[in-house]
């Protein structure tokens, strides 16, 4: 395969000049719509702990149903996004994001009053499902209202969207959770739903490639049915503390085999959800791997620090996320920026650096106790925020120019499609490490309970303290070490992330390209220049 850069300029403006004068509203528009579906998620972060406590506060959530109800979007969300992708290619952008945003919003109506966490993790799905058409649409129209020269502009000011949703959605989550019950998380996407709709109908245009590839239903059976095995094998290992179990070893082995065949079927098709062909070109591979091994581990850790920040520390939800918003600040600042830097150092140099930043900042996790000088949480925030805008911005350009402008949707769609199911295996994976890890810690003290009791107490530190509150003064003993076993799971969980996000900077290091040409190397560093004068 030739290398990503490939696709020649068109010679001449090749948007239409109406659609050319509205590109920056419509990139308004486009980044509201990618807002709810990441905000969704950020959201959710913050409110993971008062859906654990029992009712009528929250459901009484376990902390496998918690990562299942995480899950369950971004499965869904991952498996469907290359159909998706097709069917915008072939449908129309424009009606497949009208029709994603509307069984977002119904989603979103329905777990708001969701009565168990069963009920939860399916309407989590059901939002998964409209998330998984409006995400790669953003993308794909962008790349068809934006000429080429301005493109890496653009995405620079969508992957910096991405770090808006993450800074508001802690925040707002924490203000509703003060003030409402935790429903409201989800169904404050409605109204946002409703606005993005007319805007979109009013100012987005429509576009579809000429030539459509088919779709590929038994491909998407296959990889959504893979992926979800292995997560339950991952997560339901955790929650026994015990991966040789063989319910575990059966699962997992089931989901890998179901995964190999959907290679082997993708590669033999005429029409595969994913062309395994693109994967020839070591950097398009190196700059997928990126995206979703920095999302492996940035998921991960949200999910424990979330569990640090309330349970072990005593912030409430607004308070953890407003200590969230360095992270987010951080993507806002340098994500728009980065490009310049990538102008000036090249694409290995910024990436390799950003990665290594993340895997420090994960390690830093390691260092953190009950007492902590909660600054130093926030200096860690916002290095990991400024670590991941170095990455995922170029990147997403190497993956977007890749591929001609006729398959935006399929070059969108594979890279959120790896970036969701790093996040999905990041959460099971380090939040199995977390459960055993923490599991191992506190089973000694919880050997006086009875042995139902013992192995639900074991599950969680919000698990332990729930039935320490029920027990009373006698459960008083359990508080100290259930502190001391999170601790030490949180470290042992960080220095797992801290070695995937270093995998990831091997990866980069030895595979995406060096320096740019000599020409556009001085003008990324005229511009640099400009930016900090």
Known sequence: MTTPAEPAAPTGPRVPEAVHRRRWAILGVLMLSLLIVVLDNSILNVAIKTISTPAPTGLGATQSQLEWAINAYTLVFAGLLFTAGLL??????????????????I????????????????????MGLGAAFVMPATLAVLMNVFEREEQPKAIGIWAGGVGLAVAIGPITGGVLLDHFWWGSVFLVNVPIVLLGLALMLWLVPDSRDPNPGRVDPVGVVLSVVGLVLL?????????????????VLATIGAGLAVLVAFVVFEKRSDHPSIDVTYFKSKVFSAAIAAVALVFFALMGVTFFSVFYTQSVRGYSPLQTGLLML????????????????VDRFGNRVTTTAGMAVIAAMLAAFATLDGDTPIWILEVIFFLMGAGMAHIMTPVSVVIMQALPREKAGSASA????????GGALGIAVLGSVLSTAYRTGIEDELGALPPGLRHTAG?????????????????????APAYDAFLHAMHVTALWGAGVALIGAVVVALFLPGRPPSPQRAQGDKELSHTGS
Do not use: M
């Open 231 to 247: 997560v339950y094998g991952i997560i339901k290992g955790g929650q026994l503390a015990d991966f040789t179990d063989a319910t």
């Open 107 to 126: 989603g979103s109506a329905l777990a708001a009053f969701s009565g168990s966490p069963g009920q939860l993790i399916t309407f989590r799905a059901v």
């Open 459 to 479: 599950e969680s530190i919000e698990a332990t303290l729930g039935v320490a509150a029920k027990l009373g003064p006698r459960g008083e003993s359990l508080v």
């Open 88 to 105: 915008g290619d072939r449908l129309g952008r424009k009606k497949v994001l009208l029709g994603g945003l509307a069984v977002f919003g």
């Open 326 to 341: 360095p992270l987010a600040a951080a993507q806002l600042i340098f994500a728009p920026r980065a490009r310049l830097v």
């Open 414 to 421: 594979l890279s959120n499609t790896f970036r969701q199911v």
